[in-house]
């Protein structure tokens, strides 16, 4: 049985899912239980920061994977110049230049720690 095609998505429609999402999330959460206005806030804040994280890691990625991106090509990507994109990694702290000492694998390992330890602190403050 072959599946229909997907519907492209449109900003709409994305905007609706990330409603109902918002919605979900609120209902799952202690945050404001009498205030649905406000829990979808909340809900919306910590999706935000869990976006920003994914963002970093993909820059790290991008930068320090096989492909090694330029910094044109990420900013294009993020709707940037290179070098805002660039500024905006070093402004952040990402470790976006590969180690002159091979110590890119306890640097990745540091890094992810540090994203883990963002993550939780944005989930803590969010519940």
Known sequence: MASSPRKPLTAGSVRTALRRFLRERAAE???????????????????????????RELVVTARRGERRYSWRQIGEAMGTSGQAAGKWARSHGLPVEEPADGRAVEEG???VAALLVMSVRSRAEYC
Request: aromatic share 6%; no cysteine; net charge negative.
């Open 109 to 111: 390992r540091a890094l």
């Open 29 to 55: 959460t202690r945050a404001f239980p009498d205030d649905p206005v406000l829990a979808q806030l909340a809900a919306a804040r910590w999706l935000a920061t869990e976006l920003d994280l994914v963002a």
